[in-house]
């Protein structure tokens, strides 16, 4: 990993809500291929961050790169900070595909026009181009049976990867994921864990938001645990859960010891 160029770089993220930091000065570099799990309890910011990260939410301070482009807000060599214009953040936002919580796809649309319509609308790309794109795409994702059918006929599990196709078609440099397995049945956090897999040994650069010690230990190269707005410490999982630095990790993995015992029976990424 070490010689790998960073596909996304956050550099003191500030976020405020009511003159409330939410996020406090975050510092973290994604490099191309790597995955890279957002551990931490609800509500330390996580999400804000993959909203900020995407300039779906405006950062109050800091800068973010992408594949060393700088995305939202630049700062010359004299220190002077400005701000992109619409056009150049919107040319710049598909280049890191965000998969919500709640997957925001449009239930009356079929799996295929979820897919083909971003493409269209914002790469430009023809209709029949688009179409080749997105059907290659839910055939690897197991759902090439399902192109024609309506979103709002699919399970959470079937619509997830409807979502994380519309994500890949638009050639992300980076995907961010938040909290993959919170809206699905338990019985679904495997094949998810499988697929995000799958997306790994092609290559594909991840930033994975999650409260799920076991989840995460599972799937990443790299884990980054948030709390209060800030990353308070990161590291390979075998070493930084078997040995935290910091009190406030290790408070957190004690709470979460049952989830812990069914880290042991999953075999690291």
Request: hydrophobic letters at 45%; one cysteine or more.
């Amino acid at each position: 990993m070490n010689g790998r160029a960073v596909a996304l770089s956050l550099k003191g993220i500030v976020k405020r809500f009511n003159q409330t930091n939410v996020l406090d000065g975050v510092y973290l570099d994604v490099k191309q291929g790597e995955i890279v799990a957002l551990l931490g309890p609800s509500g330390c910011g996580k999400s804000t961050l993959l909203r900020c990260a995407t300039w779906l939410e405006l950062p109050d301070d800091g800068f973010i790169e992408v594949n060393g482009e700088p995305f939202g807000r630049r700062q010359s060599g004299a220190g002077v900070v400005t701000h992109q214009s619409r056009r150049e953040i919107d040319r710049m936002r598909p280049r890191i595909g965000l998969v919500f919580q709640q997957f925001n796809l449009w239930p009356h649309m079929s799996a295929l026009e979820n897919v083909v319509r971003a493409q269209c609308v914002v790469l430009r790309r023809t209709r029949a181009d688009a179409e080749r794109r997105a059907n290659a795409l839910l055939a690897r994702l197991g759902l090439g049976a399902f192109a024609q059918r309506p979103v709002h006929a699919l399970s959470g599990g079937q619509r997830q990867r409807v979502a994380i196709a519309r994500a890949l078609a638009m050639d992300p440099a980076v995907m961010l994921f938040d909290e993959p397995t919170s809206a699905l049945d338990p019985e679904l956090v495997g094949e998810v864990l499988d697929l995000l897999k799958s997306l790994a040994a092609q290559g594909t650069t991840m930033l994975v938001v999650t409260h799920s010690v076991s989840f995460a230990a599972a799937l990443a190269d790299r884990i980054a645990f948030m709390d209060g707005g800030r990353i308070v410490e990161e590291g390979a999982p075998a070493e930084l859960l078997s040995t935290p630095r910091t009190p406030r990790l290790r408070a957190f993995l004690e709470h979460a010891a049952p989830e812990r015992l069914t880290r042991l029976d999953v075999q690291p990424a």
